[in-house]
């Protein structure tokens, strides 16, 4: 194993910091070629086939492109659970996890909720899963990412309606909800120049960029449209750009919601907020 991770980290030092490029031999290593955590701490001698080292080349490769590990791979681990990922859907992020560890801490198990853009549906199924008695509803507006988020839920053996819907343009009629989450585009455009090349060249541009001139766009539409989907007293669940926290409170304050809460995540940034109907 120790001529495998030299390897390894030879080939990557001139890409990634010497933090990344320990935490990319590890995935390799135990994801990637499946040996057991003990084999590779303990650095015991290891052979690796034609077929496994022409995988771990391949990867490497991919890896010095800066391809995130997760499309790599093909999947990423979210709220205990497995996701399959590709270009097509957002690489779920830990701290989303806390948004939904949120929700779940504060509702009975029997709401009806619906998940607005949902990627690979790692917030809507994750709901599902810790609370199965609830009915889950989940849109996006690409079908690619639905079909990806289906294919999740039926792996996690969930139970989740998905749609394709264009927030934007949708047009709220009878379906009423005692809680709705978004985790929507919020990365201005201006931003791109300061952002990691693995997230700026892979990941889509669809679920991540909003106009510089309307950062609060996806927002201000969830929470008027709310207003009519929700229950009374249901809540609005965000996670927001960290940097509009207070601009979100104002403006979720000026159209009448309550009881508005902002928390930050593990890193201590502004990161998520919840609203009540009044």
């Known amino acids: 194993m120790k001529e495998i991770t030299r390897q390894i980290r030879e080939s990557l030092c001139n890409y990634y910091n010497e933090s990344e490029v320990v935490a990319l031999t590890r995935i390799l290593a135990t994801e990637l070629l499946d040996f057991k955590e003990s084999l590779y701490f303990l650095k015991e001698p290891v052979t690796l086939s034609n077929e496994e080292q022409t995988t771990l080349q391949n990867a490497i490769e991919e890896l010095q492109k800066f ?9 990423e681990y979210f709220c205990g659970l497995k996701f399959k ?13 806390e948004l939904v560890t949120w929700i779940t801490d504060k509702a009975t198990g029997t709401e009806r909720m619906l998940d607005i853009g949902t990627g690979s549906g790692c917030i809507a199924i994750s709901l599902a899963h810790r609370m199965p008695k609830s009915s889950i509803t989940a849109w996006d507006i690409s079908n690619n990412a639905l079909s990806m988020a289906q294919e999740n839920s039926n792996a996690n053996n969930t139970n989740v309606l998905f749609a394709q819907k264009d927030i934007l343009s949708y047009i709220p009629g009878d379906e009423q909800f005692d809680i709705i989450v978004s985790n929507p585009p919020y990365i201005k455009e201006i931003e791109k120049r300061t952002m990691e090349k693995n997230v700026l060249d892979y990941e ?8 510089n001139e309307d950062p609060l766009l996806f927002y201000r539409v969830i929470a008027q449209k709310a207003q009519k989907m929700l229950t009374g007293n249901g ?3 965000f996670e927001i750009n960290r940097a509009h926290g207070n601009d979100i409170i104002e403006m979720l304050r000026n159209m009448g919601y309550q009881h508005i809460e902002l928390r930050k995540d593990f890193a ?5 907020i919840k ?4």
Do not use: C, W
């Not at 990922?85 to 996890?97: A, D, F, G, Y």
């Not at 201590?268 to 998520?272: G, I």
């Open 235 to 237: 809540a609005l669940y």
């Open 268 to 272: 201590d940034n502004d990161r998520m």
């Open 67 to 75: 391809t995130p590990i997760q499309y790599i791979l093909g999947y």
């Open 204 to 211: 889509p541009h669809i679920a991540l960029f909003v106009p």
């Open 85 to 97: 990922v590709n270009s097509s859907v957002l690489i779920p992020r830990p701290e989303t996890q």
């Open 275 to 278: 609203a009540i109907k009044r």
